[in-house]
């Protein structure tokens, strides 16, 4: 093999290689609804949710994780359903006054869970919220499992959370 050849074929490794590495990532943000749902700054700047509808309860756990290691800080200024209000359980939070939260309580794709698994992942999510939120979330929006019950950022400013 002369080494035209060897060169080539390095190069269209590295390619490959960088093509898989950013597909890779592309479906780790996409999977976590922030390919459409949120701008960040490059670097790890702000992550500012405008319209997330929510998702995997265990993969927005997982990128909760991730940025509360982080601190990276997250802005909800927009729509934001179901698993998006996960990202109330983070430090460096705000909601904006005009923000729409979406509560409901778990299913699985829609059908009832067992009473244990609902339980569970009720506390999942309640994990996330503050007090206020959390006695609230338990008492009444698990319950509704097709809809929403919607809250202002308004609303949650009065709970507590920062405005931003």
Known sequence: MNSVTTRLRVQVSFA???LFMTLAC????TTAGLATAASAAPGGGTIIIRNDR???L????DLIRRLRATGQRVELRGTCLSACTMYLGLSNICVAP???LGFHGPTRNGRKLSHEDFDHWSWVMARNYNAPLQSWY???ARFRTSGYYQLSGAELIRMGYPSC
């Open 54 to 56: 929510g998702g995997s």
């Open 98 to 100: 005009s923000a729409r």
């Open 16 to 18: 490959l290689r960088r």
């Open 58 to 61: 265990g993969e927005r756990g």
């Open 26 to 29: 592309l479906a780790i943000v």
């Open 138 to 140: 338990m008492e009444k």
